[in-house]
């Protein structure tokens, strides 16, 4: 009961639904091109996995799903290599994410549900990497990510349509869950729940022998705790960094291109009149007849619009045109034939009769070629330069789809080529702990440590439009534990405390024993013949648990506290070896939430979402049992075994 309710108080509720369903966006990220088969086959590309209702999950598109949601983990915990991940359950939780989408596509199209082009279209154009520097969809941004990424556009739009699907048939599953009154107060009550106890130290150290260990049984200790020591997967980088201002002396526009300019935007470099503008809009004629009588007759415009319940609105700076578009040509010519301070109108356009007043008059001059050539220069000189580095851009990326290596791009671009030592993900030098990337790296290591190793090089956007990296990984070195040699004196330490781990174990066990048979923790800590540190009282609400649990705060001890009964005692393994803990939970004080209509609110809210999780999960399986799901067990045995390196 208790663990349910720290689950339900966690920072984690809905994270099936985030799971199952935002994910997707991501599995069109992580996804390769594949093509299906009619029938089960081996490990490659025309295998089917699973079948669910009429389409067909592929094991490359199961297989890359796998190592893309890998390397995601991977970043955040760099200590993680591809072995842990699928032994700790990512390779089963792709594959049911997989399936949970393409079930419910199924389950949508078989009864008639829809996500059309249109809507596809608008998805794809608000995710932020398509979009160019001016928040507009970007083709040339699209495309590049497409290609750095390895999927193509039919399997990305697929993606967004399951999605789409998903969004339309789950949004209701879980919506209205009823949660009985007497189910929320008991729970409620244990936030308010507070305890006290004691902890008693048994560290390692106080129970090490001090003389050097066989050298045998240190080798023992290692190879069977190699995970401990592993160093993840590392990977050489080679870059070269190129940017826009290295056309900035090559790119100069002609006379030619200066004119040409010139003469299809003489509009803006005509005479030009602009007028500030207040205006107030009537609905009627004689409305504004009457308005405009008072403004004549001495009162302001905006004491006039205030008399029959309006406000001048200020219209601001504005040509002609700009205004007869927003108004009407009649309001635009009305507003320009009268002087500075004058009242214009009333004049009519489709949102009623207008009443204008003239705050002020900008007359803006003609200008010659001459008198804009240094502007015209400046802009000629930034399009074209930009033109130069999108097409330089494009076709490194075609040389390396053709062949070419990054030594033959930076031979023809004269760029420098750099090369990092081999760095983990998150760019470290486990041989160098002063090591510091640079920080264009930030950018350049998802894509690295996203690439196979017989990929083609990449180009890696740094400053949008402005830097960039010609990208190539030279190395890749496997997750794997560094001789014993290197390591030898760390590893000769932690068996030492190993062995006295052991042996705090044994006196922790003892102690605990004899507390729970009713001897206190301080005389059982002394009958223990060992000196030990001074014990520690504890108190916490299950509350304060709670708070720290969501901060991932909670020492393991006082955790340990709220699991246990009354006047009891446990012991409890320090991390890595460091020593025992004796837990004793002397006074359980209960809480009592029958009153605290806000903390009963706050548990019932968030039962709503567990129970709205678990209906969703439901309908979920109801659709899979209605499409019908078939799992290719050999294939996906054979495609895990693959994956972990076996045969």
């Keep these: 009961m208790i663990s349910f309710f720290r ?11 985030t799971f199952c ?51 995601g983990e ?31 596509a199924d389950f949508g199209t078989k009864y008639g549900m829809a996500a059309g082009k249109r809507l596809v279209d608008g998805e794809i154009a608000s995710i932020q990497t398509f979009q160019g520097a001016d928040g507009q969809f970007s083709e040339e941004n699209f495309r590049r990510a497409l290609q750095q990424q390895g999927i193509n556009e039919t399997q990305l739009r697929d993606d967004f349509t399951r999605n789409l699907l998903a969004d339309q048939l789950l949004t209701a599953a879980g919506f209205g869950a009823a949660v009985p009154q007497k189910l929320v107060v008991p729970y409620a009550s244990l936030l308010l729940e507070s305890r006290e106890g004691q902890i008693a130290t048994i560290p390692s150290v106080a129970f090490i022998d001090n003389s050097k260990p066989a050298k045998a049984a240190v080798e023992a200790f290692y190879a069977k705790n190699a995970s401990r020591y592993t160093i993840p997967e590392r990977r050489t980088i080679r870059y070269a960094l190129f940017e826009k201002s290295r056309f900035n002396d090559k790119i100069k526009p002609t006379e030619k ?25 009537v609905p009627t004629e004689a409305a504004a007849k009457a308005l405009a009588a008072k403004i004549n007759g001495g009162t302001t415009l905006e004491q006039a619009a205030q008399s029959v319940g309006l406000s001048a609105a200020e219209v601001g700076s504005v040509s002609k045109t700009a205004f007869a578009g927003s108004a009407s040509q009649a309001v635009a010519n009305a507003a320009f034939a009268v002087r500075s301070g004058a009242i214009a109108g009333p004049a009519q356009s489709a949102l009623g009769w207008h009443i204008i007043k003239v705050t002020d008059i900008k007359q803006t001059p003609a200008r010659s070629l001459d008198q804009v050539r240094t502007e ?23 040389e390396f789809a053709d062949g070419a290596t990054l030594g033959d791009i930076a031979k023809a671009e004269q760029l420098k080529i750099e090369s990092t030592p081999a760095l983990l993900a998150n760019g470290q030098n486990p041989n160098d702990q002063n ?51 290197q390591i030898e004196q760390l590893v000769t330490r932690d068996y030492m405390l190993d062995q006295g781990s052991k042996k705090a174990k044994a006196v922790a066990d003892k102690i605990a024993k004899a507390v729970s048979g009713g001897t206190s923790l301080s005389k059982a800590v002394v009958d223990a013949g060992v000196k030990l540190p001074g014990i520690q009282k504890i108190s916490s609400t299950r509350a304060d648990l709670a708070r ?34 004796v837990v004793t939970l002397d006074k359980l004080n209960r809480g009592d939430a029958s009153k605290r209509e806000d903390l009963l609110n706050a548990t019932k809210t968030q039962f709503k979402q567990v129970f709205g999780n678990e209906y969703t999960a439901q309908f979920i399986n109801a659709m899979k049992a209605d499409i019908g799901v078939e799992r290719n067990e050999k294939t996906l045995t054979a495609l895990k075994n693959q994956l972990l390196g076996g045969n």
């Design 7 to 17: 689950r339900i108080f966690s920072s984690k509720l809905g994270l099936f639904l």
């Design 376 to 398: 015209i220069v400046n802009e000629l000189t930034r399009e074209k330069i930009e033109e130069a580095m999108a097409e330089l851009t494009v076709r490194m990326e075609d």
């Design 21 to 71: 369903f935002v994910g997707l966006i991501a599995i069109a990220f992580a996804t390769a091109d594949v093509s299906s088969s009619g029938t089960f086959g081996g490990v490659t590309g025309s295998g089917t996995a699973a079948k669910v209702g009429d389409s067909k999950l592929t094991s490359a598109e199961l297989s890359q799903s796998v190592n893309n949601a890998f390397r």
């Design 548 to 581: 720290q649990s969501q901060q991932g705060q909670v020492p393991a001890p006082l955790s340990l506290m709220f699991s246990m009964a009354q006047g009891t005692a446990k012991s409890l393994a320090a991390p890595r070896d460091q020593g025992w803990f």
């Design 74 to 104: 991977q970043r955040e915990n760099t200590g993680l290599d591809l072995k842990s991940f699928i032994n700790g359950g990512g390779f089963d939780d792709v594959l049911e994410r997989l399936i949970n989408s393409f079930a419910i």
């Design 435 to 485: 090591y510091r990337p640079i920080p264009e790296m930030q950018r350049i290591l998802p894509i690295a440590f996203a690439l196979e190793e017989d990929s083609d090089p990449q180009v890696v956007e740094i400053i949008p439009g402005q830097q960039y990296a010609a990208v190539d990984v030279s190395e890749i070195t496997e997750s794997a534990p560094p001789p014993l040699a």
């Design 257 to 281: 291109e200066i004119a040409g300019y010139y003469n299809l935007n003489k509009v803006r470099y005509s005479a030009s009149e602009t007028r500030n503008l207040n205006q107030v809009i």
